[in-house]
């Protein structure tokens, strides 16, 4: 090392060459331990974030769960109710009305399925809403 030291000026001219070449040769590679980390710190952001917006939005509070359950409301209905209708078809002779209407009914609660996962996942899994909004709104797009 002192040869190369003179060579190079100086010993820590050399020991900051070779600090910068790994550096930079660590730079190049994205291990999962450096993902898993990234991603754990952006998870925690996104709670944050969350967070403050729901103490900055209190006063809708109200608004907002009355529209969660008037949406749910109607979703679990449109369920019930072609259940029922099938229900009630086995046991009517002219029952293709019955299955057409349960059927219909059926597709509708299906269209709203993407709306009732946003308000589920608002109300029960808020920290882990950025991984249920693109699925949601892949829904709402069919």
Avoid at 56 to 83: E, K
Avoid at 85 to 96: E, S
Wanted: a neutral charge.
């Amino acid at each position: 090392m002192g040869l190369l030291g003179r060579l190079f000026s100086s010993e820590s001219a050399l020991e900051k060459g070779v600090d910068a070449t790994i550096k930079g040769v660590d730079a190049i590679f994205y291990t999962d331990e450096e993902k898993v980390a990234d991603k754990k710190e952006i998870l925690k952001e996104v709670g944050k974030q969350v967070i403050e917006w729901m103490s900055a939005s209190q006063g809708h509070r109200l608004a907002r769960r009355l529209i969660s359950i008037a949406i749910t409301f109607v979703w679990l209905s449109m369920y019930a109710l072609a259940a029922l209708l099938n229900l009630v078809a086995v046991f009517v002779i002219d029952n293709k009305s019955l299955y057409q209407s349960a059927n219909s009914m059926y597709d509708y609660a299906i269209s709203m399925n993407g709306a009732v996962m946003l308000i589920l996942g608002f109300y029960f899994a808020a920290p882990y809403l950025g991984e249920i909004v693109k699925p949601a709104m892949d829904k709402f797009r069919k």
